[in-house]
């Protein structure tokens, strides 16, 4: 019976280490232009990323950009401030990456397979990719900040 306990209580441990683990991601990021800052949090058991902020010199006429490369025409006059970029990340605990995500290029239109891993605390990497194959894509470096 002890050892029954113990085990539970070392999977609790494990399973609350893996949590901690994977909301490392969370935060806010500078994209590697250092243009635009990204807030990653958890909704749905999944990461997603929000733009928050752009530097003043992206805005026209006062206004901050516009999704203006987006294939959908309706959504081409919405705002970039606010707009989700990534979705569906979820953690892999055994390659310690976040998997299964995309993300949208606002400069290009286009939504990309991605994953995403941390270099250190303050670096994440992430690399958009086509037709399932890794290879096929070009990765991009965020840079944890403040809001």
Do not use: H
């Amino acid at each position: 019976m002890k050892k029954l306990v113990v085990i539970i209580f070392l999977s609790i441990y494990a399973i609350a280490g893996i949590a901690q683990e994977a909301d490392k991601i969370t935060g806010i990021w500078w994209n590697d232009e250092k243009t635009t800052k990204i807030e990653v949090e958890k909704k749905g058991g999944k990461y997603i990323g929000t733009i928050v902020y752009m530097i003043p010199e992206k805005y026209e006429n006062g206004q901050p950009p516009k999704d203006d490369n987006n294939p959908n025409e309706a959504l081409q006059s919405r705002s970039l401030i606010g707009l989700q970029i990534l979705s569906g990340l979820e953690y892999d605990a055994g390659d310690k990456e976040w998997e299964n995500g995309t993300i949208y290029d606002p400069k290009s239109g286009k939504t990309y397979e991605c994953y995403v891993w941390l270099e250190s605390n303050d670096l994440m990497k992430l690399k958009g990719f086509v037709a399932g194959i890794r290879m096929l894509g070009r990765s991009s470096e965020w840079y944890r900040t403040e809001l």
